[in-house]
């Protein structure tokens, strides 16, 4: 069964300080990763999409890391400020076959000031 | 274009009575997807749609649930008789055919069932 598993489950960090978030995920085969963001009260939105032959790929201040061989994925937030208070949620698709992706629970962050 | 557009935003209702939500997609996009967000579960996909016609609906929780999707740019999630554990929010997404499926959320739909 496709699984993706993301932890820590919840994150409180001080304005300014740098943060890592991680998805562990056994979707085969492998397509891509998506991170999305979701702020309170709002739907998610993409940050970034990662492909098998893609290690790193930024979005700002957001760097997003893929290793396709143990199956693992960060999410790494440089300088954070408030607005980046949000759920940020992995999701794996696997290649051919079903279209619907597996999305992992999320990692809730809080950053305070 | 306006994004994915959900109504109502919100929705509180009494156990027993019939809820519709409603979504019109980003025009042009080729596939519908209907999800439940809760505390305890997350994003929970209940069915979706290509090019108007139902292609999984095994997520749909009960026969109480039931979505339909009459043309391209409307679609329909009714919950007949609601129960207080369908509290939860609901999105609709839409995505373009393409290998990269990225999917377009809607702002959402929280529904409360008393």
């Known amino acids: 069964k496709n699984q993706v598993e993301q932890s820590p489950q919840s994150l409180i960090i001080l304005e300014g300080k740098n943060c890592t978030l991680q998805c562990n995920y056994t979707v085969s085969p492998f397509s891509n990763l998506r991170w999305y963001k979701q702020d309170t009260g709002r739907g998610p939105v993409s940050l970034t999409i990662?492909?098998?032959?893609?290690n790193t790929k930024s979005n700002g201040r957001y760097t997003a890391t893929l290793d396709a061989d143990t199956k693992q994925s960060s999410l790494h937030i440089t300088a954070s400020q408030l607005s980046d208070s949000a759920s940020y949620i992995c999701?794996?698709?696997?290649?051919?076959?079903?279209?619907?992706?597996?999305f992992g629970r999320g990692t809730s962050l809080i950053v305070h000031p | 274009d306006a994004g994915v557009i959900q109504s109502p935003r919100h929705e509180v209702t009494e156990m027993g009575q019939e809820v519709t939500l409603r979504c019109k997609p980003i025009s042009g996009h080729d596939y519908l997807f209907w999800y439940r967000q809760t505390m305890m579960r997350g994003l929970e996909l209940l069915i979706y749609?290509?090019?108007?016609?139902?292609?999984?609906d095994s997520g749909m929780p009960e026969d109480r649930f039931s979505a339909k999707m009459p043309n391209a740019s409307f679609s329909t999630l009714k919950i007949q008789p609601s129960e207080p554990r369908d509290s939860a929010v609901y999105f609709c997404?839409?995505?373009?055919?393409?290998?990269?499926?990225?999917?377009?959320f809607g702002p959402g739909t929280r529904l409360t069932v008393l």
């Open positions: 990662m492909t098998f032959s893609e």
């Open positions: 997404a839409s995505s373009r055919a393409s290998g990269n499926n990225e999917q377009f």
């Open positions: 749609f290509n090019n108007n016609v139902p292609i999984d």
């Open positions: 999701v794996v698709s696997e290649t051919g076959g079903s279209y619907i992706p597996t």
